[in-house]
């Protein structure tokens, strides 16, 4: 209901199966570039290699949804 109060109508659109809905409540979830997922998986790698930068067997695959 607050959300109601906060966008117009068409932002949520309830008939595209809650998708625009969703897309509002991660905007407000996400308030700088370090609550974005992509960006804390790197931050997790770059640790990972720090930790295991002596160990040659390391490997680490990183994948990403196109944003």
């Not at 409540?25 to 720090?50: G, H, I, K, S, Y």
């Amino acid at each position: 209901e607050r959300l109601r109060e906060c966008y117009h109508p068409l932002q949520i659109d309830e008939d595209r199966k809650g998708l625009r809905l969703q897309n509002l409540l991660n905007r407000e979830a996400v308030r700088d570039a370090n609550d974005f997922p992509a960006v804390r998986r790197f931050e997790q790698a770059t640790a990972f290699f720090d930790e295991n930068r002596a160990n040659d067997d390391s490997f680490l695959q990183i994948e990403t949804l196109p944003g």
